[in-house]
């Protein structure tokens, strides 16, 4: 198994600029994440979703959006670029049993996306 | 808001010694957490989770909860260099299907030969 694998690993933007940040994962989990991770801080929920044709919104959504229309793809899309958006984006995934009060599942996740906007 | 909260160090420890890494918590509501280690440039993995009062230990890791307190600890015996990371603490908010994990800034560790 790959796990979770994203695209591309680096980019720089230009302010203004879209691009849609991929994650696939081939370990057929029904729960997939993003996160962002800016210098020296933890990790901040962006999206999330539950299933194939379900998503939510995480702790800091502006400015992103996100589909899932299959259960290997969670692709995050950003729409005109800003600053603010530098940060390195990890995506996860998880096996999640949705009947238990509290979640102790493992999140994997993948290697990261470097994103610069200038 | 929920928040957790981490000593972001650096924690500097000798090779040998016993490195404790901790860890607040603001939702009373949050029952599982975890502590996740992350390498410089890498992605963060699972060390392992809890959700008991208590200990837990796995290896040379040991977890520990106090809900009361609200705080969570990881202790790592016989420290090594190569446990030199930022390790991450995260409490999970909500219901097992609608909750999301809280990660804390980590705290970095170095352990010095």
């Known amino acids: 198994n790959a796990g979770v694998t994203q695209t591309p690993k680096f980019r720089i933007l230009k302010i203004g600029q879209s691009m849609t940040l991929q994650c696939t994962q081939d370990?057929?989990?029904?729960?997939m994440y993003w996160y962002r991770q800016d210098p020296g801080m933890g990790l901040k929920l962006i999206y999330y979703?539950?299933?194939?044709?379900?998503?939510d919104k995480g702790e800091v959504p502006n400015g992103y959006n996100v589909s899932r229309s299959t259960t290997e793809d969670f692709p995050l899309r950003l729409e005109l670029a800003a600053p603010s958006q530098t940060s390195v984006y990890f995506c996860?995934?998880?096996?999640?049993?949705?009947?238990?009060?509290?979640?102790?599942?493992?999140?994997?996740f993948g290697p990261g996306t470097r994103l610069t906007v200038l | 808001q929920k928040e957790v909260e981490q000593n972001s160090g650096p924690l500097s420890v000798p090779e040998g010694a016993i490195a404790s890494l901790n860890c607040t918590y603001s939702?009373?509501?949050?029952?599982?957490f975890f502590w996740y280690r992350q390498y410089s440039g890498k992605s963060p993995e699972l060390i392992m989770f809890?959700?008991?009062?208590g200990d837990k230990e796995d290896g040379r890791f040991t977890a520990q909860l106090n809900k009361a307190s609200q705080y969570v600890s990881l202790l790592i015996r016989d420290s090594q260099p190569s446990d030199s990371a930022t390790y991450l603490c995260?409490?999970?908010?909500?219901?097992?299907?609608?909750?999301?994990?809280?990660f804390g800034q980590g705290t970095t560790l170095q352990v010095k030969p």
């Open positions: 979703s539950v299933g194939a044709g379900i998503t």
């Open positions: 370990m057929n989990h029904n729960y």
């Open positions: 995260a409490a999970w908010a909500g219901s097992s299907n609608t909750g999301k994990l809280i």
């Open positions: 809890i959700y008991s009062n």
């Open positions: 939702d009373r509501g949050s029952q599982s």
């Open positions: 996860a995934s998880s096996y999640s049993n949705p009947s238990g009060g509290f979640s102790t599942d493992t999140q994997y």
